[in-house]
T-cell receptor
Framework: SQELEQSPQSLIVQEGKNLTINCTSS?????LYWYKQKYGEGLIFLMM?????EEKSHEKITAKLDEKKQQSSLHITASQPSHAGIYLC????????????FGTGTRLTIIP | GAGVSQSPSNKVTEKGKDVELRCDPI?????LYWYRQSLGQGLEFLIY????????KSGLPSDRFSAERTGGSVSTLTIQRTQQEDSAVYLC??????????FGPGTRLTVL
């Protein structure tokens, strides 16, 4: 079965600083999804990447999928308190992306 | 509503009782998913419905778990004879075929 490894497990960043979260798989990723979760809430969809080398940005968040489709990174520029939460990467196990496998998450704390 | 809704938001039950968890997907989404999130196991896939096809039940942990989707819309996840290890947050998601999954706020189940 596919496993996703996220790093780091937790991250404490001063407000205004940039940060990067990584998601790595030993197998080819068929669709890579980034979600954000706040305590007691569901997952908020951030971005979906499907093609090798693909890069997407939304506001201050940029996600990339490498050419081999085995690693993705999420980069936040000029972090804000609203970016705090748990970031999860999820990936499909086949072309249809039905059954997502998720990483263990990265807990991001923003300090003023 | 605009998003996926789940009810109840919290459920406390006694060991051995049956529980039903409800999910209302986003209108027009043909696919519906159930996941379970617990401290020890992270986020795990349980079951997937796509249109009128037979559901993919490969993630259900035991035969005490079952789910149905009526009329291609609302879904109910039933856990019979609950055990303490069933305590978790149960998340529902829906999507258009091949597109990103959008999650509900979850139902927090506590089995005493």
């Amino acid at each position: 079965s596919q496993e996703l490894e996220q790093s780091p497990q937790s991250l404490i960043v001063q407000e205004g600083k940039n940060l990067t979260i990584n998601c790595t798989s030993s197998k080819t990723l068929y669709g890579l999804y980034w979600y954000k979760q706040k305590y007691g809430e569901g997952l908020i969809f951030l971005m979906m990447l499907q093609k090798g080398g693909e890069e997407k940005s939304h506001e201050k968040i940029t996600a990339k999928l490498d050419e081999k489709k085995q690693q993705s990174s999420l980069h936040i520029t000029a972090s804000q308190p609203s970016h705090a939460g748990i970031y999860l990467c999820g990936a499909g196990t086949n072309f249809g992306n039905e059954k997502l496998t998720f990483g263990t998450g990265t807990r991001l704390t923003i300090i003023p | 509503g605009a998003g996926v809704s789940q009810s109840p938001s919290n459920k406390v039950t006694e060991k051995g009782k049956d529980v039903e968890l409800r999910c209302d997907p986003i209108s027009g989404h043909t696919a519906l998913y159930w996941y379970r999130q617990s401290l020890g196991q992270g986020l795990e896939f349980l079951i997937y419905f796509q249109g009128n096809s037979a559901p993919d039940k490969s993630g259900l942990p035991s035969d005490r778990f079952s789910a149905e989707r009526t009329g291609g819309s609302v879904s109910t996840l039933t856990i019979q004879r609950t055990q303490q290890e069933d305590s978790a947050v149960y998340l529902c998601a829906s999507s258009r075929s091949g597109s990103a999954q959008f999650f509900g706020p979850g139902t927090r189940l506590t089995v005493l």
